[in-house]
């Protein structure tokens, strides 16, 4: 029996690899718009963060993703 490969993706913050179902995925549209894709399957260049408070600050003070974006993110950790 084969054994199914999981997709890994690697956060934009700490640069770790896990599971693409633990993390959180910010889209960057055609239009240049910036936004969370609660899908995970949006049309547009995607970026990966951690489920983690600590990694979305982080990519916000290293200007990876807007505070509209940030403040959307918090929202769903809660």
């Given amino acids: 029996m084969k054994v199914k490969k999981i997709p890994l993706r690697k956060c934009i ?3 770790e690899s ?3 179902k ?3 995925r ?3 549209s055609s239009t240049g718009d910036k936004s969370f894709d609660e899908t995970g399957r949006s049309n547009g260049r995607g970026a990966y963060l951690c489920r983690d408070a600590k990694c979305i600050e982080k990519a916000f003070k290293q200007k990876k993703i807007s505070e509209t974006v940030k403040e959307e993110l ?3 950790l809660i």
């Fill in 13 to 15: 913050a700490c640069n």
């Fill in 18 to 20: 896990k599971p693409k």
């Fill in 26 to 28: 910010v889209v960057v």
């Fill in 22 to 24: 633990e993390l959180l």
């Fill in 74 to 76: 918090l929202k769903e």
